[in-house]
């Protein structure tokens, strides 16, 4: 008797709460915006947490659909017209946001190219238009990156805009002059300010200061390889296209275009792809660098390990993490030239010295999408330390009785970043970008762990 297929269920919901989340982090930007800064503080203040509710509520509901049982599957997905409109639609707005980009930053040498803004947007949407019937990831990918060589071009890199991207070309000028590049550095902006990288993303960007090249140059390198490792691995899912629009034509992506945090996405999916064909080499070279690049990287380290010892087992567990550990001590000892203590004041201990400050004078950024300032205001500092603990400690005893297979392993690490992020000393809108990379891959692992299933159920028959 054959047993009761799957019900098919409308992807359009997923797709929906997808959108809204990048949609949400849009609107959030990194200011004031829709307001002036003269707005009243009390109503600012209830907007933004407005603004993380719905961001908290949409990526809740999308890891619990993640962790829901494999026998629903989404494959009715939004339509040809819809997903062709929301394209046309972001690549206008990000023109429009080039525009206003340039009229907002004109102080730091922002210049405003009519003539050439307007050749890569009509070049955006004729790409879209042409590709669109034979490869739509092919015309969504190509209008990106005609939009990113925009800010190439007019928007230099200043300390004063953003100060990520310049401090790490100041550390690694440092790294292959030898030096220890764990210390403060002297920006354009006339500030002193600490690294407060790891040693992995300094070494990734270091070539570009060798050359003296642009560093987003890396960063679109890396995007682009993240986008064709997920192309490559993805391509006929479902759910592909309409995350593809949301995330690769992302308004707000493409106004932040000094962001730095590219690389890492790329080795993390690498490490999912990697672990997904159990592959032991890639795995254990690309968990290294993770390890090494990001403090992300250590935050997923033990759920990591934790799907490990349940798909292998506890010994693989353990040497790969043991591996992953000793390369960031190697890297991070000979990045500080054996200082230590210089990289764990600089990348931990400073957050902790910020934190008491802010808490104690109330004065925490008003722009950030988190709960830090109210829990704060219930017990100080201590009582974000204990909150973020707390959070974290929750999503890992959640994932020590639930997590079995790889989309749940991605769900865990978006939730548990998610609850780092809400409650840490600062929660800049773009780091959420990489919560809804890690929900969108996540939800096409799951629309096809059916099929997976039902594959592995048809040989064991055999």
Not at 173 to 184: D, P, Q
Not at 246 to 267: M, T
Not at 287 to 303: D, K, N, R
Not at 307 to 320: D, E, G, N, P
Request: hydrophobic share 55%; charged share 15%; net charge positive.
């Amino acid at each position: 008797m054959t047993e009761p297929g799957p019900a098919v269920h409308d992807a359009r919901p997923v797709q929906v709460l997808l959108a809204v989340f990048f949609a949400n982090l849009l609107l959030r930007g990194d200011g004031h915006f829709p307001f002036s800064k003269t707005v009243n503080p009390t109503l600012f203040d209830a907007v933004v947490l407005g603004q993380t509710a719905v961001l908290l509520v949409c990526a809740a509901l999308l890891i619990a659909r993640i962790l829901g049982r494999p026998d629903r599957v989404e494959r009715v997905a939004a339509s040809d017209r819809w997903q062709l409109a929301g394209a046309f639609a972001s690549v206008a707005l990000i023109v429009v946001l080039h525009v206003l980009n340039a009229r907002r930053f004109a102080e730091f040498g922002y210049a405003a190219r009519p003539a050439l803004l307007g050749a890569l947007g009509v070049g955006a949407f004729v790409a879209l238009g042409a590709l669109w019937r034979k490869s739509r990831a092919a015309g969504i990918l190509a209008a990106a990156f005609l939009l990113k060589v925009y800010p190439l071009v007019c928007f230099p890199i200043r300390s004063a805009r953003s100060d990520m991207l310049p401090i790490l070309q100041e550390a690694g000028r440092a790294l292959l002059a030898g030096e220890n590049i764990y210390r403060t550095y002297l920006l354009d902006n006339g500030t002193w300010t600490p690294m407060v990288r790891f040693p992995g993303l300094v070494m990734t960007y270091a070539p570009a200061g060798m050359l003296h090249a642009d560093p987003r140059l890396v960063t679109l390198c890396a995007e682009a390889l993240f986008f064709l490792v997920v192309w490559r691995r993805f391509r006929s899912n479902p759910l592909f296209p309409a995350g593809l629009i949301v995330l690769a034509l992302s308004p707000y992506w493409h106004f932040r275009h000094e962001l730095y945090e590219a690389p890492f996405w790329l080795v993390l999916t690498a490490l999912l792809v990697a672990m997904e064909r159990r592959s032991p080499a890639a795995e254990v070279a690309a968990l290294a660098v993770v390890v090494c690049m990001h403090q992300w990287g250590v935050l997923f380290l033990p759920f990591v390990a934790l799907f490990m010892a349940r798909s292998r087992s506890r010994a693989y567990a353990l040497a790969l993490t043991g591996i992953a550990l000793g390369v960031g001590t190697l890297a991070v000892v000979v990045a500080s030239h054996g200082d230590v203590a210089a990289f764990w004041q600089q990348t931990m201990t400073s957050y902790g010295g910020t934190l008491a400050s802010w808490a104690r004078h109330a004065s925490f950024p008003d722009v950030s999408l988190y709960l830090t300032p109210w829990i704060a205001a219930l017990g100080g500092a201590t009582a974000v330390k204990l909150a973020a603990a707390a959070a974290v400690a929750a999503v890992f005893a959640w994932a020590w009785r639930r997590l079995r297979r790889l989309p749940e392993l991605v769900a865990f690490l978006a939730a548990a970043l998610l609850a780092v992020l809400l409650t840490n000393t600062v929660a800049w809108t773009y780091q959420y970008l990489l919560v809804g990379a890690l929900l969108w891959l996540g939800l096409m692992l799951r629309a096809e762990e059916y099929d997976a299933i039902e594959d592995s159920q048809r040989a064991g028959q055999r």
